[in-house]
């Protein structure tokens, strides 16, 4: 799957890495539907790290198709509920 991380490139993330990412994801969505302001920003900058942990690094000259598209390191709860799906950033 092609992952683009807004402001920083695309990524190729195995589908076998999805649940991890999701659960993650879930987290995430948690906080931001309590407002937990703290706990989002915790868990955006680990769901990012963990992609690009997981993932391998599309050339910058490439400009592949992304199935999911996350938001910025520095993107604010408003920004990310903007993005939101009923389900959180990744799909189910």
């Not at 992304?66 to 799906?85: C, F, G, H, M, Q």
Request: aromatic share 2%.
């Amino acid at each position: 799957m092609i992952v683009r991380i807004m402001g920083e490139g695309q990524v190729n993330v195995a589908d076998s890495h999805l649940a991890e990412l999701n659960r993650l994801d879930d987290e995430l969505l948690a906080e931001m539907q309590s407002g937990d302001s703290p706990g989002f920003r915790r868990t955006l900058h680990a769901l990012l790290e963990r992609i690009r942990e997981l993932g391998e690094p599309l050339p910058d000259d490439s400009l592949e198709p992304s199935e999911l598209i996350l938001p910025a390191p520095d993107a604010t709860l408003e920004d990310v509920r903007k993005l939101l799906r009923d389900d959180g950033l990744i799909p189910g």
